[in-house]
RNA sequence: GGCCCUAUGGUCAAGCGGUCAAGACACCGCCCUUUCACGGCAGUAACCUGGGUUCGAUUCCCAGUAGGGUCACCA
């Protein structure tokens, strides 16, 4: 049989860090079986949708380079569905859910109910006061079929809902957590159709895989407790329940789901932060499975090589920062100059640095910086930290100490030796970098940290940063020289 | 509260009856670097508790405790 998985989303918004893992591991699993991805989207909730969350979705799935086979697609800006088990976007099944659902009603699964939402409290809470669970209690289980279309014509709203079987053990097998059992007498009669027409989730779900032949549901642990309620479905049309494979969760610092209030949870966050797609999905799938060695960091093509079920966790795990941009920094370091150069163009804009032509303008200076600085990025948007230094005839000392370091006695006489070289030399080049020190040295018999540091403070105002040499083939003669003359006239006042 | 799941360092985690209980991130120290970072080396730090089963439990079973999930006409 071929594998065949989905991820399911509804488009309510972004994409939590959450989903983008349940789609990951959705897609490793199939393209190491040589499977097939279904993308769906689950818009049964009306008063939820978000107007281009499905584009926004597909831009995140792209982005992170988890591609499906089957589904909904975006081309030309335009939506569309390829596959031959559409279509794929529940609000356009509707007519399908109304004949599996008249199945059900035909052979007494399901039933109409016609309690009002407020009886529907009123019910609850009475419950909840004498300290039970609450639960439909059944009200218009036993309505007459004659009486429930008499009241259907004469316009009264309706749900229909499932009748679970009384006084069973529902059973169903996990992949991940195994054998689960869940008496029949805690599930409630669940609503299968809503008032508006449209199907719950539940119901949805499971006509939904069945028709479209899924093999392997792969979601979220939240679903867990709910898996009975779709079991009881499969059983009473008979078909054969799929496997299951409840996700642990992703939770935060303080070990609750990872959410919104408590910092960066949508995939477009990290996006903007300047995380490589690669990294995410590296760290990402490392949070809840772990590889039968010690390998830590993995392409896409490695992670699908090794990727299996039988090693994911079954505790939920803290999303690491740290760890994150640990992986990140692995990867920036390795990547293209000028591929960082791309990523980081957008993030000296939001900085409100530069406009994007002067900075493509300067392209060769910013390769050579982001070559310099690389190695001390977490992510991207960190770059801005570094720019100062190389951009700016003034030089603003970044404390008290570079203060000192540069009034320090001898540090006038240095300074004017330099200069001196600088308009001696043709260029600040390689060979002027590599001599540079040793001249000084002779010249002015500075040496050590007060040879060197002075330097660093009068050129960068910093006590610490790239490379000395390097810097000043960036900066260049004429910028080193109105920097160091800046300094003199400060340091004469 | 009922039901379900889970329990190894601060975090991610390996382990699947006998190990001095891996590794990574973070942290600390040293080396490298006349700065910072990178890199290299070393270090601190863990099997929730109590009962069983067993010659022997981190590992299997039960209970407790703790954490999480779920109890909607949301997914």
Redesign the pocket.
Known sequence: MDIRVRF???P?GYVHIGSLRTALYNFLFARKNKGQFVLRI?D??R??LVGGAIENLLDSLKWAGINHDEGVFIENSELVQKGNFGPYIQSERLDIYQSYIHALIDKGYAYY?F???ER?EEV?DKQKSE??????DRHCLNLSKDEAEIRIKAGE???VRLKVPDNEEIRFHDL????????SS?I?D??LI???G?????F??VIDDYLMKITHIVRG??????TPKQVVLYNYYGWNVPDFV?L??V?N?????LSKRQGDVSVTDFLDKGYLPEALVNYLA?????P?D?Q?LFTMDELIQEFSF??I????????V??L??IN??YI?KADNEELFELAIHHIIAAGRDTEENIRREKDRYLKIIDLVK??LDHMSQINNHLDVFFGDEVSFENEEVIDTLQQEHVTRLLNAFMVKLKETEAVDEEFSANI?NVL?NETGA???G???PI?AAVTG???????GKTFIILGKSLLIRRIEFVLDALND
């Open positions: 399911a989303p509804s309510t689950e049964t909730d008063t939820r109910c309690c009002s939402k529907l609850r300290g039970k669970t609450p639960m439909y709203e309706y749900v991940v957590r195994g054998d689960i059992a869940i008496h805690d409630d669940q609503v809503k008032s508006d449209y199907p719950t989730y539940h949805a779900v642990e939240e679903w867990l407790t709910s409840h642990p969760t939770l610092k303080d070990k609750k789901k490392l949070v809840g499975w772990s039968k010690n830590e039988d090693r966790s079954n505790t939920g795990g803290v999303f690491d740290d760890k941009n640990w920094s692995q370091r190695e001390k020190f040295k040496k050590g940290k040879l060197f540091m660093r910093q006590l610490h940063g790239p490379d000395m």
